[in-house]
């Protein structure tokens, strides 16, 4: 049976969002392997909701590198053997909460345990958040896991769910995809060129 807290975190449910496109917006096929979205998504309570301001989130920080394995572990599962080429993270707020609040649970010490479940990733992970209620919908960023610059790999997943969060919790959401958009054709920096930089060229 699966446990309901993990290490500091109260987690009510678990979300898988798995999409494949396999053809342009104009019917062109892929140019190779479809691209797939995955995001996995916790819906955890806040546990400052209700509280006003709190000077001190550490608490959460502190705690977040457990989630951020539990996170990986779930992503590589969704992966079945794929692997991700691009990520991103978000959080959605409920209404009793702050905006900062999300954002605590999305630190480095959150997303280390992730890049490194996912076979490493030396660019900054791309992020957003907002305070919403059940159904609340969010955009996704996400870019090239390796090199921040890479044009092909621009691009967004969106995602709702219409049982959280509720007012006393935040949905922690991280997502990747397998490759860069289909026909991508803007030009700049590939990602076959990526190999050796430093991943913010």
Same mark, same amino acid.
């Given at each position: ?49 209700? +509280?006003?301001?709190?000077?001190? #989130? ?30 991103? +993270?978000?959080?959605?707020? %409920? ?10 649970? #999305? ?13 490493? %990733? ?7 958040? +907002? ?48 490759? %860069? ?17 430093? %991943?913010?060229?």
């Amino acid at each position: 049976m699966a446990a309901a807290r993990l290490d500091f975190f109260q987690i009510r449910r678990w979300i898988v969002h798995d999409e494949e496109t396999l053809c342009s917006e104009s019917g062109r096929p892929a140019d190779g392997p479809g691209l797939r979205k995955i995001v996995v998504g916790a819906l955890i309570r806040n546990p400052y909701s209700g +509280k006003g301001h709190v000077d001190s #989130l550490a608490e959460v920080i502190g705690h977040s590198a457990a989630l951020g394995a539990e996170f990986g572990r779930r992503l590589t599962r969704a992966l079945a053997g794929d692997q991700a080429a691009s990520y991103g +993270k978000a959080c959605i707020v %409920g209404m009793a909460g702050e905006y900062e609040h999300g954002n605590a649970f #999305l630190t480095t010490e959150f997303a280390d345990p992730l890049r490194h479940a996912l076979g490493g %990733g030396k660019a900054w992970i791309s992020s957003t958040g +907002k305070r919403g209620g059940p159904g609340c919908g969010i955009d996704i960023p996400l870019a090239h896991k390796d090199a921040l610059y890479v044009r092909s790999h621009y691009d967004t997943v969106t995602v709702n769910f219409s049982d959280g969060p509720a007012a006393d919790e935040v949905l922690v959401l991280f997502a990747v995809a397998t490759r %860069g958009r289909l026909h991508a054709r803007l030009g700049g920096l590939s990602a076959h060129e990526i190999k050796g930089t430093d %991943g913010l060229r």
